[in-house]
């Protein structure tokens, strides 16, 4: 694991041990909005998905690299729309595999939602605690762009996440056009169990198979 910056990408980028992987799988990973990608689940993650032979790249969104502290603002999520872009690009340098972007809870969102603006950014998205909507209010749904995501989907859920239940996930991944899959945090709240979370191999063997060339049917 190193520091990394590059024009607007800001992080921490960790190889395999066995040096770049030029034919490998690279994955860009971002933070909530209260957190920046020093959080503890990203790197332990970060850890186990290299130590799988991935490339990651763990990166600041915008927003925090302007502000060490506080919440996003809406006004400016275009900008951490952009960075995350950015920083996909970068990783398309880096490997010739497939790329996976992914993000814990408002960085799943803005993943999500440039995945959407950008069908063919990623092979998938890897979405843990997506914020399907505010603690206590079912009724402002976070998902106007579900029906545009056409890029195949991993959302993990804590079964304790205030923002959203099981339930609630199942008919909403209804509306995504693209494969998905939800994999359940037993007992799990919005952190997933921070570094404590017990899913990582299950995690990376279902993003392997949501990546992997589908067979063609021959009529």
Same mark, same amino acid.
């Given at each position: ?5 590059? $024009? /607007?990408?800001?992080?921490?980028? +960790?190889?395999?041990?066995?040096? /770049?992987?030029?034919?490998?799988? $690279? #994955?860009?990973?971002? +933070? ?24 990651? #790249?763990?990166?600041?969104m915008a927003f925090r690299q302007h502000k060490p502290f506080g919440p996003? =603002?809406?006004?400016?999520? &275009?900008?951490?729309?952009? &960075? ?18 992914? $993000?814990? =809870? ?10 959407? *603006? ?18 206590? !209010? ?8 579900? /029906?545009? #995501? ?7 859920? &804590? ?14 991944? !209804?509306?995504?056009?693209? !494969?998905? *899959?939800?994999? *359940? ?10 570094? !404590?979370?017990? #899913? ?14 589908? /067979?063609?049917? +021959? =009529?």
């Amino acid at each position: 694991m190193t520091p990394f910056q590059e $024009g /607007p990408v800001r992080g921490f980028l +960790h190889r395999p041990e066995n040096g /770049p992987a030029p034919t490998g799988r $690279g #994955l860009v990973l971002t +933070h909530g909005a209260g957190a920046n990608c020093k959080a503890p689940l990203l790197v332990m993650l970060a850890d186990a998905f290299c130590a799988d032979g991935w490339t990651v #790249l763990r990166c600041d969104m915008a927003f925090r690299q302007h502000k060490p502290f506080g919440p996003p =603002s809406p006004a400016t999520s &275009g900008n951490d729309r952009a &960075g995350l872009r950015e920083a996909v690009g970068i990783m398309r340098k880096m490997v010739s595999g497939p790329v996976v972007l992914g $993000g814990h =809870s408002y960085g799943g969102r803005q993943s999500s939602m440039l995945a959407a *603006e950008q069908p063919d950014l990623v092979e998938a998205l890897l979405l843990l605690s997506y914020p399907l909507h505010p603690p206590g !209010k079912a009724t402002q749904p976070r998902t106007a762009h579900f /029906p545009d #995501l056409r890029t195949p989907a991993l959302f993990v859920h &804590g079964t304790s996440d205030p923002f959203g239940t099981t339930e609630e996930f199942t008919e909403a991944l !209804k509306m995504i056009p693209a !494969k998905t *899959e939800l994999i *359940e945090a037993t007992g799990a709240g919005h952190d997933l169990g921070g570094r !404590k979370f017990g #899913l990582t191999d299950r995690v990376i063997a279902a993003l392997r198979a949501l990546i992997a060339p589908q /067979p063609e049917h +021959h =009529s």
